[in-house]
Structures are given as structure tokens and as C-alpha cells.
């Protein structure tokens, strides 16, 4: 079974461009999540999806970054424009959601590199 | 509000020999989930291991074990039988909610062991 796809893997910008990022879930997996990953630090939660509603995006800064998951599968996470401090590896994850178990295990991918110039 | 605490930066261990990772939770809500993840330096967080808050038992998974104590709200990842390959950053992770599939992680700052051959 193929596990959690995210493209580009690396991506480097200058401040003020736009980028997006894409990420394929589990198949049949109906919750999907952005966490936003700095330095030295844990994954931090940026939107959760179940299938195609946003049902937390309260820690999204909304001013730069959207999110979307037409269909309830695929999704992609744009910042425009991006800024210094958004330099950090942006992690998907899907899960089964309420569909699931109680462990309902979150699987990440490998997550996109973004370095800001 | 939730928040976990992981106290070691980094740790050291020897082939072959046991470890131990600490991690201590704080939630009012007696309902809850812990994880926790190994993230080698390629990136991808790789789950390892869940303990629900009603479960009796502390969790095993093969070299993996969880030693859970409640009252004192820490949830300590033991490795035994190191290998070189265990080498990563391990981060403990709370969902509040032992039925709140769907639920956002909280993760810690995580603890970077070393293996030495």
C-alpha cells in the first residue's frame, strides 16, 4: 500500500513569491492534515481536513497561507506571500477519521522542505 | 491546555542495550491518546506506538514498549535491544480523546538519541 505522497520535496524561494505544496493521502483515508514542522521542534497542526471541509484551520495564518482538498483526496497548501520566517518543513498526514479505530493512526509523508532567501 | 514535555535533547545509548525515553502530558481530559514517532533524517515521522487512557496494560510492540504511569502523567518509551538504525529524533504525541478519531496531535520537542555501535 503506498504511503502518504508530498511534492516538491525541497522547494527554495525568494521572499514575496508564491509557493504551493501538494499531497496525496493514504487511499481511503478521509482526514487529511497540514502540521507545520521549525527547527528543533515538534509538528504543529496548521488545517485539518474531513474529506473536503476544513474543520480546524484556527492555527492557519489565513492573512498568507490557503488550503484546499477538492474532492476529498488529493490537497494542496499555498503561502503567498511567503516570508523568512515561513522557512520550515511542511508535513501532510492522512488518517481514517471517524471511519477508524480509537488508535486512528496518523501516517505522515516525507514532508517539503521550504527555505525562504 | 494540553501540552506535552520531553526533557531529554539528546541521549546516547550502546548497541544492544535498552533506553529509555522520557515524556510526561499534562490534559483535564481524563480521555486521551498517546503516541509516539521516530523521525529518521530523511524526514518521515514514523509511528511507533499508542497508549489510550482507559487501557490496563501498557502498550508493546515488538522492541517498542510504553511504560505508562497515569497518575504521574508520563508515558516513557522504552527501546531495548538498540540498533544502529534506531539513531532519529523520537517524539512523544497526545490526542485528547481516547474516541476523537480525527483528533489533532500535540507533539513534544522531541529527544535525539544516538546509537553507538
Known amino acids: 500500500e503506498a504511503g502518504v505522497v508530498q511534492s516538491p520535496r525541497y522547494k527554495i524561494i525568494e521572499k514575496k513569491q508564491p509557493v504551493a505544496f501538494w499531497c496525496n493521502p493514504i487511499s481511503g483515508h478521509n482526514t487529511l492534515y497540514w502540521y507545520l514542522q521549525n527547527l528543533g521542534q515538534g509538528p504543529e497542526l496548521l488545517i485539518r481536513?474531513?474529506?473536503?471541509?476544513?474543520?480546524?484551520d484556527s492555527q492557519l495564518p489565513k492573512d498568507r497561507f490557503s488550503a484546499e482538498r477538492l474532492k476529498g483526496v488529493d490537497s494542496t497548501l499555498k503561502i503567498q506571500p511567503a516570508e523568512l520566517g515561513d522557512s520550515a518543513v511542511y508535513l501532510c498526514?492522512?488518517?481514517?477519521?471517524?471511519?477508524?479505530?480509537?488508535?486512528?493512526?496518523?501516517?505522515f509523508g516525507p514532508g517539503t522542505r521550504l527555505t525562504v532567501l | 491546555a494540553q501540552k506535552i514535555t520531553q526533557t531529554q535533547p539528546g541521549m546516547f545509548v550502546q548497541e544492544k542495550e535498552a533506553v529509555t525515553l522520557d515524556c510526561t502530558y499534562d490534559?483535564?481530559?481524563?480521555?486521551?491518546?498517546l503516541f509516539w514517532y521516530k523521525q529518521p533524517s530523511s524526514g518521515e515521522m514514523i509511528f511507533l506506538i499508542y497508549q489510550g487512557s482507559y487501557d490496563q496494560q501498557n502498550a508493546t510492540e515488538g522492541r517498542y514498549s510504553l511504560n505508562f504511569q497515569k497518575a504521574r502523567k508520563s508515558a516513557n518509551l522504552v527501546i531495548s535491544a538498540s540498533q544502529l538504525g534506531d539513531s532519529a529524533m523520537y517524539f512523544c504525541a497526545m490526542r485528547e480523546g481516547v474516541y476523537n478519531q480525527g483528533g489533532k496531535l500535540i507533539f513534544g520537542q522531541g529527544t535525539e538519541l544516538s546509537v553507538k555501535p
Open positions: 490534559t483535564s481530559d481524563p480521555s486521551y491518546g
Open positions: 498526514a492522512s488518517s481514517l477519521g471517524l471511519a477508524g479505530t480509537p488508535t486512528d493512526t496518523q501516517y
Open positions: 481536513y474531513e474529506n473536503e471541509e476544513a474543520v480546524d
